[in-house]
């Protein structure tokens, strides 16, 4: 065998070690774990029933097959809310627009966030996003579904401020306090692809 060959041979053997190697550090070393807190007994949270903007009644079991972002707040919030549907916009566009996750603001402040006043605050962030009314009853059957505390009487000013990823199959999988929302543009390309649940 020539000297050529021989070193041929080498960088042959060293390029399928390094291929190799890259792929076991790739199974050794799994990706860092979501930013959210996972659910260990995820609540099921199909049967709530809203309002949508359009005024019709609208049933959560309706989204299963997609994931959803879900956050509580209300359209005079003058800080929290809007910076919460900015950052869920941005991590909805860095994710490509999937047709397959759905963003909805459901309200705590259902007197004065009518169906149509809503909606409109929420396609400002996105024209895709869902705003979800209700009468006090449905908003109060949600929150709790959603384990979403909130003040009552007047405008709301105190409300569990997270956004909570509800798998394909309806039930609440990861919740992403303010901290972690930013983490999310992250995580979706994962969250997405992860089993129904």
């Given amino acids: ?25 790739i199974l050794l070393h799994p990706p860092p774990p979501l930013a959210g807190q996972a659910l260990q007994n995820p609540p099921d949270v199909g049967g709530v029933e809203l309002v949508d903007g359009s005024g019709k009644a609208v049933s959560l079991s309706a989204f299963r097959g997609k994931v959803l972002l879900v956050y509580f707040g209300y359209t005079r919030c003058a800080d929290t809310c809007p910076l919460t549907m900015q950052k869920l916009a941005k991590a909805y566009h860095d994710a490509g627009a999937p047709s397959d996750l759905q963003v909805a603001m459901i309200t705590v402040d259902p007197s004065h966030d009518t169906p149509a006043v809503l909606d409109a605050w929420v396609k400002h962030f996105d024209p895709s996003f869902m705003g979800l009314s209700g009468s006090d009853a449905q908003i109060a059957a949600a929150a709790k579904a959603f384990m ?18 509800v798998g394909r199959n309806a039930h609440i999988r990861y919740i992403y306090g303010q901290g972690e929302i930013v983490k999310l543009s992250d995580d979706l390309p994962r969250l997405l692809a992860a089993s129904p649940g």
């Fill in 1 to 25: 065998m020539t000297r050529m060959k021989r070193s041929l041979l080498w960088a042959l053997v060293l390029v399928a070690a390094g291929i190799v190697a890259y792929g076991l550090g």
């Fill in 148 to 165: 979403i505390g909130y003040s009552t009487g007047g405008e709301p000013s105190d409300h569990t401020a997270v956004v909570e990823v």
